[in-house]
C-alpha cells in the first residue's frame, strides 16, 4: 500500500506531501491545476525517463519519495535479493532529477540503476490512465494482456516453451551456419590440425628446450673454454714451465711455516687451519677442472642438431609466440576449437538431428501453451462479459480471437480482441468497433477482471471516465470503488459520480505570485466535498437544488 507520497521542486508543485489510507482516494481540480502532474511524478518512481523540464524554475532539483507498506510477496522479495537489496515490509522510493540532468534513483536509501527501480515498481503501482486504451486499440498488444491474466501454472508453462524457443532458434542457427559455411568450415578445420601437427610434432619441453641456446654457445666455444679451464688448473696445482709455484704449492708451504710458529702460540695454528681449508676448496677445485677437461669435447653433430632444434623453435616462436610458453597456449586452444569442430555436437548429422528433436519438444510445448491461453480467455470473456454488463453493455460480448502464427518466443499463435456491441452484428476487431465510452467501460472492464488477478500495492486511475455521464459514470464510479475493497486505489476524476464515492478526497489548485505558479493539495472535510461536487454538477453557481444532490450523491 502507498502510505506517502512526497514532491518537491517538480515542475509547478513547490512542496506537496500526502498521506493515503486503503480504500479509495479521488483528486480533483481545475484543468491545468496539476492533477496530471503529481501522475507524471508517480511515473518517475516507475522508472520513466527524466527530463530537465521537471525540474521547478530556479532550483537544483526536483525531488519524489514514496513509502509503501508491503504484504509478503516472495516475487517481489526475489528480486530485491537479486539487485542486492534487502527484503522489507517498508519500502522507500526515491528519485532525484537534477536541473543538470543528472537522476539518481534509491530503495531503501540504497543507490540503484533505472532498471532496477522499475524491476521493483513493477510490483507496487500500476497507473491505468487514457493512453491505456491505445494500448487496448492496438492488436500487437493483446497477447501479452492476455497472459497477465495466467497464473503460476500458467506463467510455468510459458517459460518453460521460451526455454525450448530459444534452444530451437540456436540449434536451427547452428545447423544454418554450418550448412552455408560448409567450405570455411572445412577449412578451418584443415588449417586447426595443421597448426596442432605442427606443434605436436616439436615435442616442446620448456625445461630443456629454454637451455638450448646456452648449450650451443657451449659447444661453439669448446677451444676458447678448455685454454681457459686448462690456465686455471696450471694456476691451482700444475707445474708451470717458468718454474713458478702454483696455488696448491704456495699454500701448502704456508701451512708448514705457521705449523712450526704453532709451538710458541696457538693463534698460529688457528691460521694455519684455517689456510688449510682453502687448501682443500683449491684441491676440490683443480680436480673438478681435471675431469672437465678431459670431458671436453668438440661434436660437430650435436651442434648440428642443436641448431636444428633451435631453428624448429625459433619458427613456431615466430608463429605462434612471442615465447614458448604461448606456442603451447596457443596449441591448447587450438585443440580445443578444433575438438569442438569435429565433435558429435557440431556434426552436421548431428545437428540436424538435434533441430528436429528440439522441434517435437517444441510444437509439443506450444500445443500445452495454446491450450492455457484458450483457457485463460475462455474465463477471460466470461468475466469481462459480466463486467460489461454490470457498466451498462449487458447486450455486448466479448471474444478473444486466435490466429495460427509463426513461432516466436510468444508463441506459435496471435491474439485480437474482438466485440460485439449489439446482438446480430457479429463480432468485430475491438478496434474499429469501440466509442470512446464503450472503449473507457471495455478498459474499466478488463482492468476489474485482471486487478483480481494482479498483485499491486495500489491501482491508479487516471481519468478512465472520459466520454461517459449518467448511470454509466455511476456504474464506473461502483466499479473503480468495488477494485478498492480488495487494496488502493486513488483516482483522478472530473465525474461527481466518481469524486463522490471516494473514501477520501483530495483537492489540487494552482495560484500565481509575482509571476511564479505553484500548485497545492489539500484534503477535503465533508462540508469542502459538498461544494466541490455540486461545482461539478453546476458549475460555480452553488444552487441549493446543486447542494443537495452533491449530498445525497455523497450519502449514497
Known amino acids: 500500500m502507498l502510505q506517502e507520497l512526497s514532491i518537491r521542486n517538480f515542475a509547478i508543485i513547490e512542496e506537496v506531501s500526502l498521506n493515503f489510507d486503503m480504500g479509495m482516494t479521488v483528486l480533483t481540480g481545475e484543468t491545468g491545476a496539476g492533477k496530471s502532474i503529481i501522475i507524471d511524478a508517480m511515473n518517475l518512481l516507475l522508472g520513466e525517463r527524466a527530463s530537465t523540464d521537471f525540474v521547478r524554475h530556479g532550483t537544483d532539483k526536483a ?58 515498481s513493477e510490483y507496487l503501482i500500476d497507473i491505468h490512465g487514457q493512453h491505456d486504451n491505445q494500448e487496448l486499440m492496438n492488436a500487437k498488444h493483446h497477447l501479452a494482456m492476455l497472459d497477465e491474466f495466467g497464473d503460476a501454472e500458467f506463467n510455468a508453462l510459458k517459460s518453460n516453451y521460451q526455454q525450448l524457443f530459444e534452444h530451437y532458434r540456436k540449434a536451427r542457427a547452428a545447423l544454418t551456419e554450418r550448412k552455408e559455411n560448409e567450405k570455411k568450415f572445412a577449412e578451418r578445420i584443415d588449417m586447426l590440425q595443421f597448426q596442432v601437427d605442427e606443434i605436436e610434432a616439436a615435442g616442446i619441453d620448456l625445461e630443456k628446450d629454454e637451455d638450448l641456446p646456452q648449450r650451443r654457445d657451449k659447444l661453439n666455444n669448446v677451444k676458447f673454454i678448455a685454454d681457459n679451464l686448462n690456465q686455471a688448473y696450471q694456476l691451482l696445482d700444475g707445474e708451470d714451465e717458468t718454474e713458478e709455484a702454483s696455488a696448491s ?55 648440428t642438431q642443436l641448431e636444428e632444434r633451435i631453428y624448429t623453435l625459433t619458427a613456431l616462436k615466430r608463429k605462434y609466440g612471442p615465447d614458448l610458453t604461448d606456442v603451447l597456449d596457443f ?44 483457457k485463460i480467455a475462455e474465463s477471460l470473456e466470461a468475466d469481462i462479459k459480466q463486467e460489461l454488463a454490470d457498466l451498462y453493455m449487458e447486450k455486448a460480448d466479448f471474444k478473444v480471437k486466435f490466429e495460427p502464427a509463426k513461432f516466436s518466443l510468444r508463441g506459435n499463435e496471435s491474439v485480437e480482441f474482438y466485440i460485439q456491441t449489439n446482438p446480430g452484428e457479429g463480432f468485430k476487431p475491438l478496434a474499429k468497433t469501440a466509442s470512446g465510452g464503450e472503449l473507457s467501460r471495455l478498459m474499466l472492464a478488463i482492468k476489474s477482471s485482471f486487478a483480481r488477478q494482479e498483485h499491486k500495492t495500489s491501482i491508479v486511475f487516471d481519468e478512465v471516465d472520459t466520454g461517459v455521464s449518467g448511470r454509466v459514470a455511476q456504474a464506473i464510479a461502483q466499479k473503480i ?17 466518481v469524486v463522490a464515492i471516494a473514501d477520501v478526497q483530495f483537492y489540487i489548485e494552482k495560484s500565481s505570485n509575482n509571476d511564479v505558479t505553484t500548485s497545492t493539495v489539500r484534503k477535503l472535510n465533508q462540508n469542502e466535498r459538498v461544494e466541490e461536487i455540486a461545482k461539478m454538477l453546476a458549475g460555480d453557481d452553488l444552487t441549493p437544488e446543486a447542494l443537495a444532490q452533491a449530498k445525497k450523491l455523497l450519502k449514497k
Open 63 to 120: 525531488e519524489i519519495e514514496a513509502l509503501f507498506f508491503i504484504k509478503s510477496n516472495s516475487d517481489l522479495e526475489a528480486k530485491m535479493t537479486e539487485l542486492g537489496l534487502t527484503p522489507s515490509s517498508e519500502l522507500i522510493l526515491r528519485r532525484e532529477i537534477f536541473a543538470n540532468g543528472r537522476s539518481v534513483c534509491r530503495v531503501n536509501g540504497q543507490m540503484v540503476n533505472l532498471t532496477g527501480l522499475r524491476t521493483i
Open 249 to 303: 704449492a704456495i699454500l701448502q708451504e704456508v701451512i708448514g711455516r705457521l705449523d712450526e710458529a704453532a709451538d710458541f702460540d696457538e693463534d698460529y695454528q688457528v691460521w694455519s687451519d684455517k689456510i688449510q681449508e682453502a687448501f682443500s676448496l683449491i684441491e676440490d677445485v683443480s680436480a673438478g677442472l681435471d675431469n672437465t677437461m678431459s670431458s671436453l669435447e668438440f661434436n660437430p653433430t650435436e651442434l
Open 331 to 374: 596449441y591448447e586452444k587450438s585443440q580445443r576449437e578444433l575438438s569442438s569442430l569435429t565433435g558429435e555436437t557440431t556434426d552436421l548429422h548431428s545437428l540436424e538431428h538435434a533441430v528436429i528433436e528440439t522441434q517435437k519438444e517444441l510444437l509439443a510445448s506450444a500445443d500445452k501453451l495454446n491450450k492455457a491461453r484458450h
Open 481 to 497: 470503488y468495488k477494485i478498492s475493497q480488495a487494496g488502493q486505489v486513488l483516482a483522478i476524476s472530473h465525474l461527481p459520480q
